[in-house]
C-alpha cells in the first residue's frame, strides 16, 4: 500500500490528469489556474474536455469562494462562444439550406426526394442554435 499527502503533490510535475486534479487542491490560485489549463489542453474529447471542466470548476469555485464563474473562466482562459459562429453550426445550416433547395424542387414536379431525414437536422439546428458553448482560448 501507497500512502500519497496532498501536500506531496504541491510541487511535482507531470503527474496524470487524476493526480493533476487533486493537486488542484493544494495549489495557489495562480498554480491552480496553470494546471486547469494543461489539463484542459490535454483533452482529447469534447466530452472529456466538458468532465475535467466541470471538476476544475467545483474544486475551484469551493476552494476560492470569493471567484466568480466568470473570474474562474478568465483564469482558465475561457470565453463563451456564440454557437452560430462555429464550424458545426454553419455546416448545419448550410446542409439545411440544401436540402430546402431540393425539396422545393421536388415539389416543382421533380420526383426526387433527399433521403436525408430533416428531423434530425432540424432537431439538431434548434438544438444548437439555443445552447452556446464553451471552447478554452488554449485548446
Known amino acids: 500500500m501507497t500512502r500519497l499527502y496532498l501536500s506531496d503533490l504541491r510541487e511535482r510535475q507531470g503527474l496524470s490528469p487524476n493526480l493533476a486534479l487533486l493537486q488542484l487542491l493544494v495549489t495557489d490560485q495562480a498554480k491552480s489556474g496553470e494546471i486547469g489549463k494543461v489539463l484542459l489542453k490535454t483533452a482529447e474529447t469534447d466530452g472529456e474536455f466538458e468532465r475535467r471542466l466541470s471538476l476544475i470548476e467545483t474544486i475551484l469555485g469551493n476552494k476560492f469562494p470569493e471567484l466568480t464563474e466568470e473570474m474562474i473562466m478568465q483564469i482558465l482562459d475561457l470565453k463563451k462562444m456564440d454557437i452560430t459562429q462555429s464550424r458545426f453550426y454553419q455546416q448545419i445550416i448550410r446542409e439545411g439550406l440544401q436540402e430546402g433547395r431540393q425539396r422545393g424542387l421536388s415539389s416543382r414536379g421533380s420526383s426526387t426526394r ?8 432540424s432537431s439538431r439546428g434548434g438544438f444548437c442554435s439555443s445552447v452556446s458553448f464553451i471552447k478554452s482560448s488554449v485548446w
Open 114 to 121: 433527399s433521403s436525408r431525414g430533416s428531423s434530425t437536422r
